[in-house]
């Protein structure tokens, strides 16, 4: 255990850096910064800041309205005049609480940004927002001029919306976290003196003893205080074959027990671990800002430089050119004003939104956006082998008889006589294949243990031996050609009477979808590794037959980062898949993290994207759709600020000497234009994987 506890401290350091490197300017996030430990809090500040965009975005809406009806400018374009008595006033005042109370999250995130240094979405909203604020509150106290109040309400209405999607998408990805729950059970049996009674996991205190029967799931970390058993670590230590645990001996939450009953003394609980993961899956979802995310900041870091550059310039030549102050503030202002898209707010929530709902439903958890967009580079995988490529169980792959009289089911039937009672895993293994036969098995007498050598008893009138190859040898018996076919099976041998009657081999077996997955990887040119703890008999068979690249074997965990290591200074975009503790430290390591959900929480703690099923098609999946979700955000942001581009300069006046000049309300209808085809284009991304 003294191990696993070094890898929780290096990937918790690490996760401090992610902290900090990942600082991150939209503005809504930035107040996200609680602290891990406060788990409920964390959530629930989540939930609060959804809560406060979604009551801003429907106030500034029902004030829209009516700003939209009262303006004369709409007025105009919809040919309708309908004028209240202080009309202007009335639009002020309205203006006025929009502008304070639904703009109020991007001035707070303009502080932040300019603070920083680093200005973007923000900076621009509030940059158009005040500009048409101030300038329109001006003309109604006497400046000359036309105001731009609709403009700044329905700018305001719609970037609130943006942000308050893209908040409720990775609340949507927390909800999607709770599948993981299901890996622990809900429930431990308490032992009170001589009663046991269920109690839900939270309730476990360190200290309490717990029963854990045949067959269950360990509820927390704990020590043996009585009985032994073989427990299948495999997600937690990547050794394939389940391990003997006896008194005084650790069990690690979330292992499965084996065939025996063990009382356990808790020593941490499932809850703590549990909760502050979700707690920090949901802050990182929060954090990450993706690469993407920052393109749109960065877009709108160059659109304010040039609002700035442009609604400047276009002030100062109008005025050369000798035109009124008033109309030459005008242009300036619409300039600023059309600057920042509304589409720009939408452009990518939107996907994100999408794209994350869409995953989820997918059996992919996107915790670390920017990985997921980077996925796209990965030109090199690295599997660890037990569970990912494997399923992870020992299970019985051949029935072999040497002569012809007998039937394998019938050599499986009397050896089952044996092994019904043991916990070893090559009987656990037949055991489950005579079941799954439904074979009745039969009763053994004068039972006896070969040690180290195997198991023999009298099974309806037979004497039986169910042993390894060692005994084969001391017995002068030869072992017939073409038992070992592949070098990742376990065999042992069935005598009859003290004659070999045929074989069991027993492998932890390949995943039907592991060959499929690397033919998607294969024709996507990146190169599959694997690395695992297992021999290097069995590393290399299971290379062989699945055609890696490539495999390192009886690999520790800290080696696992160097083969990640190794690879990046190959100059290769790394991706490790893993499921265990055993493998936090690489995936941490690595490009993208992918941990793979039937695994541990160590493992989930230090992956940026999280299997819910561990199959590997699924990485293929992801493979491809973060390719798609990368396109589409492209898409988007060009069609957002491509109106920009076209917009900016009529609205400055480069076409004023053949009389025209682009009227604000013209502009807001390619505004609205822009801001539906990016809403649509969103919505396209759902039926690329829906092609899948």
Same mark, same amino acid.
């Given at each position: 255990?003294?191990?696993?506890?070094?890898?929780?401290?290096?990937?918790?350091?690490?996760?401090?850096?992610?902290?900090?490197?990942?600082?991150?300017?939209?503005?809504?996030?930035?107040?996200?910064?609680?602290?891990?430990?406060?788990?409920?809090?964390?959530?629930?500040?989540?939930?609060?800041?959804? *809560?406060?965009?979604?009551?801003?975005?429907?106030?500034?809406?029902?004030?829209?309205?009516?700003?939209?009806?009262?303006?004369?400018?709409?007025?105009?374009?919809?040919?309708?005049?309908? +004028?209240?008595?202080?009309?202007?006033?009335?639009?002020?005042?309205?203006?006025?609480?929009?502008?304070?109370?639904?703009?109020?999250?991007?001035?707070?995130?303009?502080?932040?940004?300019?603070?920083?240094?680093?200005?973007?979405?923000?900076? +621009?909203?509030?940059?158009?927002?005040?500009?048409?604020?101030?300038?329109?509150?001006?003309?109604?106290?006497?400046? *000359?001029?036309?105001?731009?109040?609709?403009?700044? @309400?329905?700018?305001?209405?719609?970037?609130?919306?943006?942000?308050?999607?893209?908040?409720?998408?990775? #609340?949507?990805?927390?909800?999607?976290?709770?599948?993981?729950?299901?890996?622990?059970?809900?429930?431990?049996?308490?032992?009170?003196?001589?009663?046991?009674?269920?109690?839900?996991? *939270?309730?476990?205190?360190?200290?309490?003893?717990?029963?854990?029967?045949?067959?269950?799931?360990?509820?927390?970390?704990?020590?043996?205080?009585?009985?032994?058993?073989?427990?299948?670590?495999?997600?937690?230590?990547?050794?394939?074959?389940?391990?003997?645990?006896?008194?005084? $001996?650790?069990?690690?939450?979330?292992?499965?027990?084996?065939?025996?009953?063990?009382?356990?003394?808790?020593?941490?609980?499932?809850?703590?671990?549990?909760?502050?993961?979700?707690?920090? #899956?949901?802050?990182?979802?929060?954090?990450?800002?993706?690469?993407?995310?920052?393109?749109?900041?960065?877009?709108?870091?160059?659109?304010?430089?040039?609002?700035?550059?442009?609604?400047?310039?276009?002030?100062?030549?109008?005025?050369?050119?000798?035109?009124?102050?008033?109309?030459?503030?005008?242009?300036?202002?619409?300039?600023?004003?059309?600057?920042?898209?509304?589409?720009?707010?939408?452009?990518?929530?939107?996907?994100?939104?999408?794209?994350?709902?869409?995953?989820? $439903? %997918?059996?992919? #958890?996107?915790? %670390?956006?920017?990985?997921?967009?980077?996925?796209?580079?990965?030109?090199?995988?690295?599997?660890?082998?037990?569970?990912?490529?494997?399923?992870?169980?020992?299970?019985?792959?051949?029935?072999?008889?040497?002569?012809?009289?007998?039937?394998?089911?019938?050599?499986?039937?009397?050896?089952?006589?044996? *092994?019904?009672?043991?916990?070893?895993?090559?009987?656990?293994?037949?055991?489950?294949?005579?079941?799954?036969?439904?074979?009745?098995?039969?009763?053994?007498?004068?039972?006896?243990?070969?040690?180290?050598?195997?198991?023999?008893?009298?099974?309806?009138?037979?004497?039986?031996?169910?042993?390894?190859?060692?005994?084969?040898?001391?017995?002068?018996?030869?072992?017939?050609?073409?038992?070992?076919?592949?070098?990742?099976?376990?065999?042992?041998?069935?005598?009859?009477?003290?004659?070999?009657?045929?074989?069991?081999?027993?492998?932890?077996?390949?995943?039907?979808?592991?060959?499929?997955?690397?033919?998607?990887?294969?024709?996507?040119?990146?190169?599959?590794?694997?690395?695992?703890?297992?021999?290097?008999?069995?590393?290399?068979?299971?290379?062989?037959?699945?055609?890696?690249?490539?495999?390192?074997?009886?690999?520790?965990?800290?080696?696992?980062?160097?083969?990640?290591?190794? +690879?990046?200074?190959?100059?290769?975009?790394?991706?490790?898949?893993?499921?265990?503790?055993?493998?936090?430290?690489?995936?941490?390591?690595?490009?993208?993290?992918?941990?793979?959900?039937?695994?541990?929480?160590?493992?989930?703690?230090?992956?940026?994207?999280?299997?819910?099923?561990?199959?590997? $098609?699924?990485? @293929?999946?992801?493979?491809?759709?973060?390719?798609?979700?990368?396109?589409?955000?492209?898409? %988007?942001?060009?069609?957002?600020?491509?109106?920009?581009?076209?917009?900016?300069?009529?609205?400055?006046?480069?076409?004023?000497?053949?009389?025209?000049?682009?009227?604000?309300?013209?502009?807001?209808?390619?505004?609205?234009?822009?801001?539906?085809?990016?809403?649509?284009?969103? $919505?396209?991304?759902?039926?690329?994987?829906?092609?899948?």
């Amino acid at each position: 255990m003294e191990n696993h506890k070094e890898h929780k401290h290096t990937h918790h350091k690490h996760e401090d850096h992610s902290r900090h490197e990942g600082h991150d300017h939209s503005g809504h996030s930035n107040h996200s910064g609680h602290n891990p430990g406060h788990g409920e809090m964390g959530h629930d500040h989540h939930k609060m800041m959804i *809560e406060d965009f979604k009551k801003r975005f429907w106030l500034t809406l029902v004030l829209t309205l009516p700003i939209l009806a009262f303006s004369p400018m709409i007025q105009d374009f919809l040919g309708y005049e309908w +004028l209240l008595p202080g009309n202007t006033y009335i639009l002020f005042g309205l203006s006025t609480i929009v502008y304070f109370y639904g703009g109020w999250p991007f001035l707070k995130g303009l502080k932040e940004e300019l603070q920083q240094g680093a200005p973007g979405m923000m900076t +621009l909203i509030s940059l158009a927002i005040s500009v048409a604020y101030f300038y329109s509150s001006a003309t109604v106290f006497g400046l *000359e001029g036309e105001d731009f109040f609709w403009e700044l @309400a329905t700018l305001i209405a719609i970037m609130l919306l943006g942000h308050w999607i893209e908040m409720k998408s990775v #609340l949507g990805a927390s909800k999607a976290l709770e599948l993981l729950v299901s890996m622990m059970p809900s429930e431990a049996h308490r032992v009170q003196g001589d009663t046991v009674e269920d109690v839900k996991l *939270e309730a476990l205190q360190a200290g309490d003893i717990i029963l854990i029967k045949p067959g269950e799931k360990v509820p927390a970390d704990g020590v043996i205080v009585e009985g032994e058993s073989y427990l299948n670590e495999s997600m937690l230590t990547g050794e394939s074959k389940p391990v003997k645990k006896g008194l005084d $001996q650790k069990v690690i939450g979330g292992s499965l027990n084996g065939n025996s009953t063990l009382k356990v003394q808790v020593e941490h609980t499932g809850k703590d671990s549990y909760l502050n993961k979700v707690i920090t #899956l949901v802050q990182e979802a929060q954090k990450s800002k993706s690469k993407m995310q920052n393109l749109s900041d960065r877009a709108a870091k160059w659109l304010t430089y040039i609002a700035l550059a442009v609604g400047f310039g276009t002030l100062a030549v109008w005025l050369i050119l000798d035109f009124p102050f008033v109309y030459a503030l005008e242009r300036m202002v619409t300039v600023m004003v059309i600057a920042c898209p509304h589409a720009l707010g939408l452009a990518i929530p939107l996907v994100v939104a999408i794209s994350t709902a869409v995953s989820a $439903q %997918n059996g992919l #958890l996107i915790r %670390n956006r920017t990985a997921f967009e980077e996925s796209r580079k990965i030109s090199a995988l690295v599997f660890d082998k037990t569970g990912t490529l494997t399923k992870g169980d020992f299970g019985v792959t051949r029935v072999e008889t040497v002569n012809q009289q007998m039937e394998t089911d019938e050599l499986l039937r009397l050896s089952s006589a044996l *092994e019904q009672s043991s916990e070893h895993p090559i009987a656990v293994g037949i055991i489950k294949k005579v079941k799954e036969k439904g074979i009745s098995i039969p009763k053994p007498e004068n039972f006896n243990a070969i040690t180290g050598k195997g198991v023999e008893a009298m099974v309806e009138g037979k004497d039986v031996k169910v042993v390894s190859p060692g005994y084969l040898k001391d017995q002068s018996i030869s072992i017939p050609e073409g038992v070992y076919s592949s070098a990742a099976e376990t065999v042992v041998f069935v005598l009859i009477d003290n004659k070999l009657a045929g074989y069991i081999a027993l492998a932890d077996e390949i995943r039907p979808e592991s060959a499929e997955a690397i033919k998607v990887f294969k024709s996507n040119n990146i190169k599959v590794m694997m690395a695992t703890g297992d021999n290097e008999t069995v590393a290399k068979a299971v290379s062989e037959e699945l055609g890696l690249d490539g495999y390192y074997s009886e690999v520790l965990p800290h080696q696992k980062v160097e083969i990640v290591k190794e +690879l990046q200074s190959k100059g290769e975009f790394v991706a490790m898949t893993g499921d265990g503790v055993n493998d936090a430290p690489a995936l941490a390591q690595a490009n993208v993290g992918i941990a793979v959900g039937s695994g541990t929480d160590v493992a989930a703690e230090t992956a940026d994207i999280i299997l819910v099923n561990s199959n590997p $098609q699924d990485i @293929a999946n992801l493979i491809l759709f973060g390719k798609a979700t990368y396109n589409k955000m492209i898409q %988007n942001l060009v069609w957002a600020t491509g109106y920009n581009a076209f917009a900016i300069p009529l609205a400055a006046g480069v076409l004023y000497s053949s009389g025209f000049v682009l009227g604000p309300a013209v502009g807001a209808v390619f505004m609205s234009l822009s801001t539906i085809i990016v809403a649509i284009n969103a $919505q396209l991304l759902k039926k690329k994987i829906g092609k899948k």
